[in-house]
């Protein structure tokens, strides 16, 4: 069972910038695609974005509420996903998770990871 690992988050200003980063070894060879959630204090989690296993601009989407200011990319050689937000907001505050997707077992059943913490602040 492949379990990531999210790194990269810490306490920003509104509108700054992080970059976080996912690695799930095993993600590339089993062509997985990835996907970004985020969980605040008192929500359920929800989706951010996603990246398919080709990478390409056309394979990635992104949750309304982000969709201009986050970008996902991925350097399959490091089986690593990224987030780049930029013009953060405080209502962007969560735990940030990644978390594998697609059509066979290995991607199906991959674990959650730890989570990383961003926090806003206005």
């Known amino acids: 069972q492949v379990q990531p690992v999210e790194s990269g988050g810490g306490s920003v200003q509104a509108r700054g910038s992080l970059r976080l980063s996912c690695t799930a070894p095993?993600?590339?060879?089993?062509?997985?695609?990835m996907d970004w959630y985020r969980q605040a204090a008192g929500k359920q989690r929800e989706w951010v974005a996603r990246i398919s296993t080709d990478g390409t601009d056309g394979s990635k989407r992104y949750t309304e509420s982000v969709e201009g200011r986050f970008s996902i990319s991925k350097d399959k050689a490091e089986d690593t996903v990224w987030l780049q937000m930029n013009s953060l907001k405080p209502e962007d505050t969560a735990i940030y998770f990644c978390k594998t997707r697609g059509p066979n077992y290995f991607c199906q059943k991959g674990a959650w990871g730890q989570g990383t913490q961003v926090t806003v602040s206005s």
């Open positions: 095993g993600v590339t060879q089993n062509r997985c695609d």
